[in-house]
C-alpha cells in the first residue's frame, strides 16, 4: 500500500497531537516495512530517521496556514491507497481511504472550546460539507473517547478503533540518581481551561503550613501565561513557592519528571493523558484526575481524585508527600504500568487500521 501521513502538528511537541504524530510516524518506520510512506511536512525542520520505505516531503505555501495546506498538499502526491491526517480534520477530496485520528471530542463536551467561525472556517466547511461522510475510518486513543466519539457524532462502531498512546521508554525513565535540591510538586499543562490547575493550586495552598513549606509547586507549559493562574497564585499566598516555568525541552521536562516528589494531573477531560503516562516512566508518583480516560491510563499505579474538589487534592498530597513507602509504592506501580504503552504497539495497531479500512 501506499500510505499518506499529512504531518501538519509536529512544530508543537508540548501539544500531545504533536508527539503523537512524531512518534507513530517513527515508529511505523520501525515496525511496517512492507509499506510505502509519503510524510508531508510543512517544514524542513523536524527530522526524521531515514528509512527505505518512508518518503519526506517538504510541501509549503508561502500565504496559507493549515486549513488550506492540508486540503492542497495531499492532492500534490498522486494516488495513494491511505491518507492518514493524525488529528481531527477532513479533506475535500480524497484520492483513497481516508482515516483521521480524533483524540477527543473536547470542544462537543465543552462549548468553550469551540473553534471560533471566521473566513477559513467557512471555506472550508463549503468545501468538505458533511465530513462524516467522507472519514472512512476513525482512530482514537482510548475506550472512553471512542465511546464520547460514538456517542455524539454519526460513526458506526465498526468505523473507530482503539490505539493506546505509547512511551518512548528510552528517555522517559528513571534518573540514576535524584537531585539533593528543595523537593516539589509538579504539574504540567496546557493553557486550556479544562486542564483545572487551579484546582491543584488550590489543593496546594490548603496544606497544612508546616507540609506546605517543606516543598514548592511547579508549573510547566502554556499554563504559565494564563493571568487567572498567576492571579491565583498571588491571592492564596503561595507565591514564595510556586515557580512558573514556560514551555521546556523533553529533556527539561524529563528531568523535572525526574526528581519531582510527585506529579499532579488534575484534568477534567483528557483523550488520553500522555503526561501521566510519561511521569509514571520516569518513576514519579502521580496523583491524577479520575475523568474521563484518565483511570485508563492510570490503572491502579495513581491516587486517583475528583478534579472538581480542591479539597481531594489536598488530601492525596498530604498523604502522599508525608509518606516515603506510599510514594516507594506509587514510584515502583507507575513503572511497570508504563511499560504496558509502547509506541511500536501503536504503529502496528495502526498498520492493522489502515489495512482494515481498504479492505482485501
Known sequence: MKIVIAAWHLKNLNVGIGRYARELIEALGRVDHRNQYEILLP???????????????VIRFPLFRRRFWEQVA???????DVLHFPYDSCVAWKRGTFVSTIHDVKPLLFPELRARTNLNSRIEQRLVGDRWKKIDHVITISEHSRRDLLSHVPLRPEQVTVTPLGLDHARFQPAVSRSAGRPYVFCVAGSDPTKNVGCLIEGFA?????????????LAGDVCKRADVRTAIEHLGIGRHTQLLGLLSDEQLIARYQQATVFVFPSLYEGFGLPVLEAMGCGCPVISSNAASLPEVAGDAA?????????????????????PDLQATLRARGLARAKEFAWDRTARQTVAVYERAVGP
Open 43 to 57: 517544514h524542513a525542520e523536524h527530522p526524521f530517521t531515514a528509512r527505505v520505505n518512508m518518503r519526506y516531503r
Open 206 to 218: 490548603k496544606l497544612p503550613e508546616g507540609l506546605r513549606s517543606r516543598f514548592d509547586l511547579l
Open 74 to 80: 495531499p492532492l500534490m502526491v498522486g494516488p495513494y
Open 303 to 323: 491516587l486517583l481524585i475528583d478534579p472538581r474538589e480542591s479539597g481531594q487534592v489536598t488530601d492525596a498530597l498530604a498523604r502522599l508527600l508525608d509518606s
